[in-house]
């Protein structure tokens, strides 16, 4: 996802990480006028990722819950991993698809080279 930054223009930012926050995280550093939202479905994964980017800009908000926020967004940006539960994925696909704004941008990302 962080190869697409130069192409992604401003907008809300709905965003997950399958390592440590970076692209939202240089998301918020290239846009900081924009709200970008990273969201976790694990604790850990979470403060792990807030304790490597140490102080974190401004737009950048970290959540950890069940579901997406419900809240619109301009953009979104999914990492998914090859080995994750499929049933999870599509769920999460369809719940980012409902988030998204008329003419808004979806773009995910696989470590699957299929």
Known sequence: LIDL?????????????VGRAQFAAAYAREHASSPVCCWFLDLFQCEQAQAELGEMPANLRML????FPA???DLVALAI???GNSELVREL???AHQRL???GRF???TDNPK
Do not use: H, M, W, Y
């Open 64 to 67: 950890c819950e069940a579901d």
């Open 93 to 95: 696909l369809q719940q």
């Open 5 to 17: 930054l130069p192409e992604l223009s401003a907008g809300r930012l709905l965003t997950n990480t």
């Open 101 to 103: 704004a008329i003419g």
């Open 71 to 73: 809240e619109e967004f």
């Open 107 to 109: 773009v995910a990302a």
């Open 81 to 83: 991993q090859k080995q």
